[in-house]
């Protein structure tokens, strides 16, 4: 039987997303690259759409490339950093006026001009179409969007918000060209008008994107290559083996665990080099409130008082995850460890007494879903673990189903699930990032989340200290109120992986606190 033992606590620092080798025979150096070559990444985490005002999930790994943002987080900075603004500051003593002033001569990469007017369109866009459970909920804090002449936009909240500039540097504030953009409804096609780094050249849902140099970028991005070849993959063999035979150059997204344990062993592929990092992605369960059993507290809490996060990080992810038990993952401020405290180890006689003293007797049936090819080939794995550990505990009857991506993020947002798990890469590496998007009346699950205490106390008083350090007890109170429901269920927090050919510079470098890839950083050595 897998052994469990208690999470040791630590002190919560601000996590800066840096990358390490830990496979190889050194470190990879950028000296000498040759900026005329494509780059192949092969990644499982293609596109739901292309029209940024629309998507709130692993689309953004695009956008970052080939959009531009008014700030970013350039290479190891954990604050936001201007971009296609010269700079951006509040303008007031109360963190309610934030103003930017753009770059000079800055166009699109069709050579029409970026001005004042083209960033307000952009705002008062997404915020018209407003897409269910999409970007839009991370301007909940916005009043006003108002420009003064051809550079300066002024931003006016309706409260105070220090994490205001963490927002304007997520992929979701993608800048838009109000000539290519139907301003009340999203661009149907395969173009994109950008000003980012890249243009997109081609592309083929659910296949690849070819990325080439866009030659009117004015930003704080320095290119190592001239192009980059995205290709999409389904599961982590196929992207693994193109790996293998040098079709890829490096992949970072969906690797497997076995494949990742294999990398790390005395058999390794020896022009592979695997690198490592710090992560904060981590992986949930919802449960929807209109169903007639997850609605039941008493279920939520039982189903937590049984599953066994060990047996999932040790069993199906070889140790390349850990267990995690609470929403805030560990090296973030505000983490803490509150499942565990409250639950302890797994235990079905704990689980049956929080059944029986609800009145419930009988097995509880359930239906599990899963998206079958956004979070790697492991999840059905996982799911069939949790199954096994549900059922075995003779408290519940389980069924799990598997869907795509695209359909399984529309019924969700639907309410179709009675239960459905979700991976979650955080917008910016702040705790209010892995609360405030999951509450309120409309949130990223479509699925209403009412708790006054946390929407109107908790999360804007904390939002009104600029130091992130000093909001500790309120991110505590805030996570023992999702405890206390159980309407978010933790499951486990990844690392971040990357493997590259030996012949790539800047795997190390490449992405963001988001773990976003950051294509330009990419290069092919030219020397050792």
Not at 130 to 158: E, N, S
Not at 190 to 204: C, F, M, R, V, W
Not at 417 to 444: H, L, M, S, T
Request: aromatic share 10%; hydrophobic share 35%; charged share 25%.
């Amino acid at each position: 039987m897998f052994r469990r033992v208690s999470p040791r606590r630590r002190r919560p620092v601000t996590l800066l997303a840096s990358l390490s080798l830990v496979a190889g025979c050194g470190v990879l150096s950028s000296e000498g690259s040759d900026d005329g070559d494509t780059v192949t990444v092969g990644t499982t985490s293609a596109p739901s759409t292309l029209d940024p005002a629309a998507a709130y999930d692993g689309s953004w790994e695009l956008y970052r490339n080939i959009f531009q943002t008014l700030l970013s987080f350039p290479s190891g900075a954990t604050e936001p950093q201007p971009d296609a603004a010269e700079r951006c500051r509040f303008t007031d003593g109360s963190s309610m006026i934030y103003t930017c002033t753009l770059r000079a001569g800055l166009k699109f990469s069709d050579g029409h001009p970026l001005d004042a007017r083209a960033v307000k369109f952009s705002f008062d866009r997404m915020r018209r179409i407003d897409v269910k459970g999409g970007p839009a909920g991370l301007l909940g804090a916005l009043r006003t969007v108002q420009t003064k002449g051809d550079r300066t936009v002024v931003f006016r909240l309706r409260k105070p918000d220090a994490t205001f500039p963490f927002v304007l540097a997520t992929p979701a504030m993608s800048i838009v060209d109000p000539r290519e953009y139907p301003a009340d409804k999203i661009r149907e096609g395969d173009e994109i008008n950008g000003s980012g780094p890249y243009t997109l050249k081609s592309y083929q849902a659910g296949d690849r994107a070819e990325l080439a140099r866009n030659s009117h970028y004015e930003g704080a991005a320095e290119h190592k290559n001239d192009a980059v070849t995205i290709r999409y993959f389904r599961d982590s063999d196929a992207m693994v083996e193109a790996l293998r035979d040098k079709d890829l150059d490096v992949t970072f997204r969906g690797l497997a665990a076995r494949d990742i344990v294999a990398q790390q062993g005395p058999d390794k592929e020896s022009d592979i080099r695997l690198v490592e990092g710090a992560g904060t992605e981590i992986r949930y369960l919802v449960f929807n409130p209109k169903d007639p059993w997850a609605r039941k507290p008493a279920v939520r809490k039982a189903f937590a008082q049984v599953i066994d996060r060990g047996a999932i990080a040790h069993k199906v992810y070889k140790d390349t995850v850990e267990p995690l038990y609470s929403m805030v993952p560990r090296g973030v401020t505000g983490h803490g460890t509150g499942f565990f405290d409250s639950y302890g180890n797994p235990s079905v006689t704990k689980a049956r007494r929080i059944l029986t003293a609800a009145g419930i007797t009988e097995r509880v049936p359930l239906t599990l879903w899963y998206t079958t090819d956004r979070y790697g080939s492991a999840t059905a794995p996982e799911f069939a673990e949790i199954k096994r550990q549900l059922e075995a505990s003779g408290l519940f009857e389980i069924t799990v189903k598997g869907r795509p991506w695209k359909e399984f993020d529309a019924a969700y947002k639907r309410g179709e699930y009675p239960v459905f798990g979700r991976g979650w890469f955080p917008d910016f590496p702040d705790a209010d990032n892995f609360i405030a998007p999951f509450v309120g009346e409309r949130n990223v699950h479509n699925l209403p989340y009412p708790s006054r205490e946390l929407t109107d106390d908790l999360l804007p008083l904390s939002r009104r200290e600029a130091d992130r350090s000093n909001v500790v007890d309120q991110f505590e109170r805030a996570q023992r109120i999702l405890l206390d429901d159980v309407r978010l269920l933790p499951v486990w927090q990844g690392k971040q992986y990357v493997m590259a050919s030996e012949e790539i510079s800047g795997a190390e470098r490449a992405l963001d606190p988001s773990a976003i890839m950051m294509m330009w950083e990419l290069g092919r050595k030219t020397s050792w």
